[in-house]
């Protein structure tokens, strides 16, 4: 029997072409998720052709992956053509034209649009989600999506070039210089932020927030930290996100609650300490309530069929 090579190459090809869009992407298929999340992971990178009038969703070729399609970053770099950008959750859009990026959140569903008379090339990159990735990609934001453009196109060029070369090579595996390259594509897009401006403080509790939910047990607790009078953060929440600051936490500890009971062995208890649950009964209530299934049947539902339950079609 042939032995397999634990050092072989793990990224495998998948191509597939459906009504004017024609896509090639490289696949981690042995993703674990006791993966460096202080390092930056490629999951997969490609490139999407849609020829005028098509019509890209969602990425589908990754509704049965590992990491769920919640759990990922998506850098798509405009190589060629014009389009429009549609989130479906609010219908907000955008054109884009070459050399722009879209740096799409986890769990966004949009569709991305040729023009009629343009093809449209997309080279992408899917980051698996770790506080790195969120502060490079996110610099502590909360929108969904943003959209930027760079200026040194023969550089982007020449990173995804590498990118596409490495994954398309057998013999070794090439995870630390895909970090590497991917680091150096996110670089490249900060420099050509505008300003690289500088995000206010509630964009930076947000995401301290994001980051240890756990941690904020009180409104009071949030107000200290950040030297804010409690007053103020009710106000802010409000304007801001629509919900009151007790919200916003619960909501940032169920949907971590949701990534340690995909992509780790816990057991619903030792989930609910680590999202800062006292108490198991009321972490399930709580999750039903939001998510109308227990964590339990959450997991199972998960691990039968491979996709994320609240990402089903």
Same mark, same amino acid.
């Given at each position: 029997? +042939? ?5 072989? !190459?793990?990224?495998? %090809? $998948?191509?597939? *072409?459906?009504? =004017? ?10 993703? %674990? ?22 019509? *890209? ?16 970053? /998506? &850098? ?14 609010? !219908? ?10 879209? &740096?799409? %959140? ?12 343009? +093809? ?16 490079? =990609? ?8 943003? @959209? ?14 590498? /990118? ?13 210089? @895909? ?7 996110? =670089? ?17 509790? @947000?995401?301290?927030? %994001? ?29 801001? @996100? ?26 619903? *208890?030792?989930?609910?300490?680590? =999202? ?8 399930? $209530? ?5 998510? +109308?299934?227990?964590? /339990?049947?959450?997991?199972? !539902? ?12």
């Amino acid at each position: 029997m +042939k032995q397999e090579n634990k050092n072989a !190459n793990p990224y495998q %090809r $998948r191509h597939d *072409t459906k009504a =004017c869009v024609d896509q090639e992407v490289y696949v981690d298929h042995k993703f %674990r998720a006791s993966v460096n999340t202080n390092m930056i992971h490629l999951y997969a990178c490609g490139t999407v052709q849609a020829y005028p009038g098509g019509i *890209t969703k969602n990425q589908p070729h990754f509704k049965l992956a590992t990491p769920p399609v919640a759990f990922y970053f /998506l &850098i798509s770099y405009i190589a060629e053509g014009e389009g429009v950008f549609i989130n479906l959750a609010d !219908n907000s859009r955008c054109r884009v034209k070459i050399g722009d990026v879209l &740096i799409i %959140r986890p769990g966004v569903a949009y569709s991305l649009i040729a023009d009629k008379k343009s +093809k449209l090339i997309q080279k992408q990159l899917m980051l698996v989600s770790s506080p790195l990735i969120e502060w490079m =990609c996110g610099k502590g934001g909360v929108q969904p999506w943003k @959209l930027c453009h760079v200026e040194n196109l023969n550089k982007m060029e020449t990173l995804f070039e590498k /990118l596409f070369s490495l994954v398309a090579v057998p013999e070794n595996n090439p995870r630390t210089e @895909l970090s590497v390259l991917s680091y150096a594509v996110l =670089c490249e897009i900060d420099k050509s932020e505008e300003g690289n401006k500088k995000f206010d403080k509630f964009d930076q509790l @947000l995401f301290a927030i %994001r980051q240890a939910p756990q941690y904020y047990r009180t409104v009071e607790d949030l107000a200290k930290e950040f030297g804010i009078s409690e007053r103020s953060l009710f106000y802010m929440f409000k304007k801001r @996100l629509n919900m009151s600051p007790i919200q916003y936490i619960i909501a940032e500890r169920l949907e971590k609650s949701r990534w340690y009971l995909l992509t780790q062995t816990y057991t619903i *208890t030792a989930v609910a300490e680590i =999202c800062g649950y006292n108490s198991v009964a009321f972490f399930s $209530r709580e999750f039903k309530k939001a998510y +109308k299934m227990s964590p /339990l049947e959450y997991r199972q !539902n998960y691990f039968k069929t491979g996709v994320d339950p609240l990402y089903r079609k």
